[in-house]
């Protein structure tokens, strides 16, 4: 056995530059493994502890519902009976301020005792002065906010509470952690728990609390939080961070790469088969001694394994290591916000399962890849292995045809008779279409041959004729040709995704018909009133909105719940619906009506009349369904129903935002301000926030599109890697070419007329396999209850085109340019 | 007669790891035209070397080849392929045809990379299918094909241009004695009628019968001829 390993180390390294290919491709691939796998995790990761900037480690927060007519603060009850239950319960004052010495700041303020600021968020300072202790005018924030205002301790810095001046001194400047880290927008000031308190008026009250289970369920303590509430009106009680929130966060992200994924799993099976292909043809001869002189056929495919195995331990490791490193790029990428400049702390969330995973899926690729070809020299006779007597065993044509093609129509019709496919379905038609393209592309590439020869011969006279004949039959060329069109079919399919959603996500407020959106926590009529006396305000409509509605007897939710006053409303923006506009709008307000969106429709399988019941206020209502209405806003998670009926239902008494009408924003947002001075109100502009929207999901699509480069990248070295294995395995034919009389110069001129056929041939199959995926992509949305057409563009198919051959020609050089030092003697004598 | 082939004090030597191995050594050898030259000797001996230097594949270490009176080791890459396809024919052990063409195209090779139209060599095309006996099997491609047959097309493939030199590397040795009979009888088929000349190269004592002259080598050096 010992000789065996000596053999098998040998073979590794004796071709250093195949062994590096190979081990290129099974790196990249698990590296995107692991990267793919960790990434939602991280993202996960880096959504919850922006989620947490404000909640710190606490699990339940307690509120006063800010649609309450009341004030929001309140006595911090004693709560006994749960101490048992609880890490621990922090009463504290969330509120709002303004930095005088720049208008447009706002500023977070929130009151905590010293002791509890540590608790909640596990604060470490930078400096701290302890010498004082943090009780009436003093304050602490955050090394960005210091570096922001200029300020160091010691310092005092003023604040517009309450429409009045109020000075802090700065007794401690925290490290960017949890709520101080500065996010480049949002001051966060923390300020004495008490002082604050008797700013806003509510002396020895809290307008928050915020706790930490100990040994019970969160829910479970939740119920009982409830419960011992419920006297009280108008509490809130609920966890700070939702899995719904996350999900949705994260959701078409991790499922977006998860699709990329499949590609690139299905490119890298294909590189590595072929490379493993040529490895076990190029052993048979030292198989055929071993064999021969008494090994079995168990040691020889150990042997032949071994080296897969080798690969795959090595390239698992490394690619391992690599992810780390792409995880780190992409989650940077994600993390730096262009808007403010600021790159946002990021924790890599991975653990052991990640790395077992990835690596146990390069080993299974590597010896996965290897075993096909390595069962089939298992199966020859030794005498045939001894003397190089292989029999190509021809494969039925028809077969192949006949099989590819059920292969390539199976999975459009079974998504056609089932309309709303599930992702995994979806994911297995695209592997489906994939292996109808592998089988398909020989047959193809036969007919491309028929008319290569006739106009290459025109332009490249015989040489030309001779490099189209070589496309026939050539197991290399041909799986550099079905490698090119997986490879451009998935970057074509992974840009038409990206471009698709970008297009929505930009044109998401296209059907806008109003300039500004203001917004106030309390905004009712009388906000309205105001604004519409406003110089330069045209017109003026309010929202109200529930969020993150159940519905009844599903864990469905529905994301936004608008209450509209229906004929005005839809005076604000150009939606399309299934029926008649006005008779539409007035049935709206005759009862408990909903307009939903299609995206709902579709989840929820709701057809014209149908009751949808609804949770709200822990109470059940249903609503009948009246239209429809299609529109990539909120992603599509939406529904319309009567303003006065989600009042009364949802006890909502707040409007979310005032839509503004103007033809002089800039004008119109100073008089709001100078109308509203002191008040905690928000105004957006929708052309920036339009801009705001492109410049948040950059970020998403650069990594999409970094993806995408990497998959190119993975398909590119595939290609080269093919284009040097089948180098190898033409050198023979090439030095009879050349003893024949081919000059040096002709075979170069072949060789790269090859390639050019071949990225041709490659790139049109490429670009009718990236329209397939498309058509299956568009069912992946729909699956996803995604608003988003997937469609493609003629330029993006025409530049997949050029690309193809690009990659083709110039994969093919390196070989082309050794071919000109090929010693036609060795190459001819070695059998 | 004149020479067609004209060798003069050859030496090759190859590098094997560190060691250099003389593989010929000082050769003079003249051919005349129309001549069935045998080459024989025993294994390593350097008899194909010899060959392959005639053909221009290789290059000699020192020493002048000429081939109808022209120094190979002056002429670049592109004249020696032009005289490779229009004066050279070779025929190797092993076939050496291109799997992915069939019998017409491996035959028309040399004419596709003289860049001519293949068109105007379609008579003589037929007529060499004729006398190699492939008539019939003028679209298979080489894997379709018996090892004699593959063979006989390698003579046409060497035939199409009507050199006036082929170069014969063991040409029977991949085959079994009858169908090496059969390449045999048609080289000196060719030989006669039209007056080519050969150089083959052997080990076989009977192959080696059917040229017209038997030139001995034995360690790189001519022993008899």
């Known amino acids: 056995m010992k000789i065996f390993i000596k053999f098998l180390l040998r073979n590794i390294l004796e071709k250093k530059l195949r062994t590096l290919m190979i081990l290129f491709s099974i790196v990249l691939s698990t590296a995107l493994v692991f990267s793919t796998l960790a990434i939602s995790g991280t993202v996960k990761e880096m959504m919850t502890s922006q989620l947490r900037k404000y ?80 009780s009436n005018n003093k304050a602490i924030i955050g090394e960005g906010e210091a570096n922001k205002l200029g300020v160091t301790i010691g310092d005092t810095i003023e604040l517009m509470i309450n429409q009045q001046t109020e000075s802090f001194t700065i007794m401690g400047i925290a490290k960017p952690e949890g709520i101080f880290r500065y996010d480049g927008e949002n001051l966060s000031i923390i300020v004495p728990k008490d002082t604050l308190a008797s700013i806003y008026d509510a002396s020895g009250k809290v307008n928050t609390i915020y706790i930490k289970t100990n040994d019970i369920e969160v829910n479970d303590l939740i119920d009982l939080l409830v419960e011992k509430y419920q006297d009280e009106d108008d509490f809130m009680v609920r966890t700070t961070i939702t899995t719904l929130q996350i999900e949705q966060s994260t959701g078409s992200l991790t499922s977006t790469f998860s699709l990329m994924l499949i590609v690139v799993v299905f490119i890298s099976i294909f590189i590595i088969y072929t490379a493993f292909k040529v490895i076990t043809m190029e052993r048979l001869p030292i198989v055929g001694t071993f064999r021969s002189i008494g090994a079995t056929k168990k040691m020889t495919d150990i042997v032949l394994l071994g080296e897969s195995f080798i690969y795959g331990v090595i390239g698992g490791v490394l690619g391992c290591l690599l992810g780390v490193g792409i995880l780190n790029i992409m989650i940077n990428s994600m993390a730096y916000n262009p808007y403010t400049g600021v790159t946002s702390e990021v924790t890599l969330v991975f653990g052991f399962e990640h790395f077992l995973i990835s690596f146990l899926c390069a080993l299974i690729l590597s010896v996965f890849s290897a075993l ?30 006949t099989m590819g093609l059920i ?53 490249f006279k015989n040489e030309g004729a001779l490099a189209a004949k070589n496309l026939r039959d050539n197991k290399g060329i041909i799986q550099n040709i079905t490698l090119l069109t997986i490879g451009i079919a998935s970057l074509i399919l992974v840009n038409a995704v990206t471009q698709s959603i970008m297009e929505e996500v930009v044109n998401v407020f296209s059907d806008a018909k109003f300039q500004l959106i203001f917004q106030h926590e309390k905004a009712d009529e009388t906000y309205e009133n105001q604004l519409r006396q406003i110089e330069g305000i045209d017109d003026v409509n309010g929202n109200y909105t529930a969020l993150n509605v159940k519905v009844a007897d599903r864990n469905d939710y529905i994301g936004f719940v608008w209450g509209v006053d229906a004929v005005h409303y839809f005076k604000f923006w150009d939606f399309e619906f299934n029926r008649h506009h006005n008779e539409l709008f007035n049935e709206l307000s005759e009862g408990r009506n909903v307009i939903i969106s299609e995206i709902i429709r579709n989840k929820l399988e709701l057809e014209m009349n149908d009751l949808l019941t609804l949770v709200m206020n822990n109470q059940e209502v249903s609503f009948k369904v009246i239209g429809f209405c299609n529109s990539p806003l909120n992603n599509g998670n939406f529904i319309f129903m009567d303003e006065n009926y989600l009042k009364q ?56 599109e970094g993806f995408s480069v990497v998959i190119m990248l993975i398909g590119t070295f595939g290609i080269f890697n093919n284009f040097v294995v089948s180098y190898i395995s033409r050198k023979r034919s090439l030095a009879i070419y050349r003893s024949v009389g081919m000059s040096k110069n002709q075979v170069f001129k072949m060789l790269n007329i090859e390639a050019l056929s071949c990225g041709i041939v490659g790139g049109l199959t490429g670009a009718v396999g990236g329209v397939l995926f498309i058509i299956i992509s568009n069912y992946i949305m729909k699956a996803m209850f ?31 340019l050794r071919s000109k030092k090929l010693s036609i003697i060795e190459a001819i004598k070695y059998e | 007669m004149e020479n067609i082939i004209e060798c003069k004090n050859i030496f090759k030597s190859f590098k094997m790891g560190k060691l250099e191995v003389e593989v010929l050594k000082n050769i003079t050898l003249n051919i005349k035209k129309g001549e069935f030259v045998s080459v024989m000797g025993p294994s390593g001996s350097g008899k194909s070397t010899l060959l392959y230097l005639l053909g221009g594949l290789d290059v000699p270490t020192s020493g002048s080849i000429k081939i109808n009176d022209k120094e190979l080791s002056i002429m670049k890459d592109k004249e020696q392929s032009i005289l490779r396809r229009r004066d050279l024919g070779f025929v190797f052990q092993f076939y050496n045809l291109i799997p992915n063409l069939n019998v017409e195209e491996n035959i028309l090779l040399p004419i596709l990379l003289d860049g001519e139209n293949v068109k105007n060599y379609e008579t003589d095309l037929d007529e060499i299918l004729e006398i190699v006996g492939l008539k019939e099997r003028r679209k298979f491609t080489p894997k379709e094909l018996s090892g004699g047959q593959q063979q006989r097309v390698a003579i046409a493939r060497a035939l199409i241009n009507d050199p006036d030199i082929i170069l014969a590397d063991e040409p029977t040795g991949n085959l079994d004695s009858k169908t090496g009979d059969e390449i045999l009888e048609l080289f000196k088929k ?7 000349t050969i150089v083959q190269v052997t080990h076989s004592v009977d192959a080696a019968q059917y040229g017209s002259r038997v030139i001995h080598v034995k360690d790189g050096k001519i022993t008899e001829s």
């Not at chain 1, 006994?80 to 301020?97: P, S, T």
């Not at chain 1, 596990?122 to 002065?129: C, K, Q, R």
């Not at chain 1, 002089?664 to 109100?681: A, C, L, M, S």
């Not at chain 1, 608003?787 to 020609?809: K, W």
């Open chain 1, 55 to 134: 909640t710190g480690s606490s699990e339940i927060v307690i509120q006063k519902n800010p649609q309450s007519l009341g004030s929001p603060f309140f006595e911090l009850k004693e709560i006994n009976e749960f101490d048992d239950k609880m890490d621990y319960m922090i009463g504290n004052i969330q509120g709002f301020a303004l930095y005088p010495e720049d208008s447009e700041q706002q500023v977070h303020l929130a009151g905590f005792t010293l002791e509890d600021l540590e608790t909640l968020y596990n604060v470490s300072f930078t400096e701290l002065d302890e010498s004082q202790t943090f």
């Open chain 1, 372 to 401: 096909f070809p390595i069962i089939k020299v298992s199966k020859m006779p030794v005498r045939n292995i001894v003397l190089n007597q292989i029999k190509v065993v021809s494969e039925n044509k028809k077969i192949r045809f």
């Open chain 1, 407 to 459: 292969l390539l129509i199976a999975p459009y019709l079974i998504l056609i008779l089932l309309d709303r496919p599930s992702i995994i379905i979806c994911g297995l038609c695209i592997i489906l279409v994939g292996c109808a393209i592998v089988m398909l592309v020989p047959l193809v590439t036969k007919y491309f041959v028929y008319v290569f020869e006739k106009v290459n011969q025109f332009i």
């Open chain 1, 649 to 704: 239902d949802a006890k909502i008494n707040y409007m979310t935002d005032i839509m503004i009408k103007t033809n002089h924003p800039k004008d119109v947002i100073e008089r709001i301000k100078t109308t509203f001075q002191g008040e905690n109100i928000n105004i957006m502009d929708m052309d920036e926030q339009k801009q705001f929207n492109i410049e948040q999901n950059d970020q998403m699509f650069r990594l999409l």
């Open chain 1, 786 to 816: 995604m608003p988003v057409s997937v469609e493609f563009s003629s330029s993006l198919l025409i530049s997949a085109i050029f690309m193809g051959i690009i990659v083709s020609v110039l994969s093919a050089l390196i070989p082309s």
């Open chain 2, 190 to 196: 060719i030989n006669e009628l039209k007056n080519k």
